[in-house]
């Protein structure tokens, strides 16, 4: 994986100089569209979240919680939620 940044001496992060060029009042390139990449995943992944609760809060209703439907769905949703801890634990979310 291409790398857009390096460490400054500092210690703070720098974003190469190809990595963006400024655009309409903001900045554009290859480090932004990596940015929106990881915002968009993590609006994913919370969206995801919300609909696996409702699937599975039905399933609980329908006293389901012990078919293979309802485990599936939890697994996904600890691996979703893993995920989503590791993102926020680096600052992404």
Not at 51 to 66: D, H, I, K, N, V
Request: charged share 25%; glycine share 10%; aromatic share 4%.
């Amino acid at each position: 994986m291409k790398h857009w940044t390096h460490t400054g001496p500092d210690g703070r992060a720098v974003i190469e100089a190809e990595g963006l060029c400024a655009a309409g009042g903001g900045w554009a390139g290859p480090a932004a569209d990596r940015l929106a990449a990881f915002e968009a995943l993590g609006e994913e992944l919370a969206a995801q979240q919300e609909a696996l609760s409702e699937r599975m809060a039905a399933l609980r209703s329908q006293g389901r919680e012990r078919t293979v439907q309802f485990r599936e769905l939890m697994a996904q949703k600890l691996n979703n939620a893993a995920v989503l801890s590791a993102l926020q634990a680096r600052g992404l979310l």
